[in-house]
């Protein structure tokens, strides 16, 4: 554990002097929340490749299909709560410590952690998009109304899920499958996340880019930036001369590139990272701040201390 332990000091010692790290994440941060990676330990395929964009668009048995696994696998994607090391990254941001959190899932467990400076380079699942009036709905409503239209799906079990919340599901026929429309126009509805072969809009990319130049630092997390749209990024801070840190089971593209990089679960990691940084020790904490327990003071105070800069929000997903 000796080396793991001075490399966990390395990354601790080259963050804490930055105030507006630039966060990327991956599937690795929601596996501890029981939604599965993309990816094994070498980056290679674990499951049968999601469907592209183009296959969706190409076909009504395509989109049933889609829908028929989305209907079984978004309970699960639904269900699922935030963990320990979502929670370090919201704890990162309301100490002033985070620029701006990018990431690559479309689970929405930042946003459900208490993260605000959000990116969803892909979207997110919990939206469904109409191809025809481009009006975003709630996946709630939408889900009710499959289920309501497919009685019996809903209780089937999935054989395994994937990230982007596709069951995959034995011996279903999906003929009989009904999708419906959007209400308001009768256009195609897909989920509000960029499928493999579809390009992120530009102006959510340049708004990533824009807080990365403002970075002073770059932490992924969970990822190993197989995909380009997520690299982009690993590459574009080494560019900037920002600092490059990885924290991933597995291997990543960009290791060659990296100042540090720790081979461990991000909800090991990432509470550990935080916790030194913003020095939550609770000891030190309680001398801060006497008679106030609910730690607003504390921050407020670290952030102070903080040099004064302008925060342009870059918060939110788009909706
Ligand atoms: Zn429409």
New binding site residues.
Partial sequence: MAAAASAFDDLVARLRPCRRIFVLTGAGVSTESGIPDYRDADGEWKHPRPMTYRQLLASAAARRRYWARSLVGWRRIAAAEPNAAHHALARLEAAGRLGCLVTQNVDGLHAKAGSRRVIDLHGRLDRVE?L????RFRRHAFQLELERLNPGWAERAAATLTPDGDAELHNADYDAFRVPP?P????VLKPWVVFFGERVPPPRVERAFAALRRADAVLVAGSSLMVFSGYRFARAGRQLGLPLCLVNLGRTRADADADVKIAAPCGEVLPRLVAALVAEDPRSASRSRPGNGDGRAHRRRRADDAPPRRRPRVAGARG
């Fill in positions: 109409c025809g009036c481009r009006t959007c308001r126009c009768g256009g």
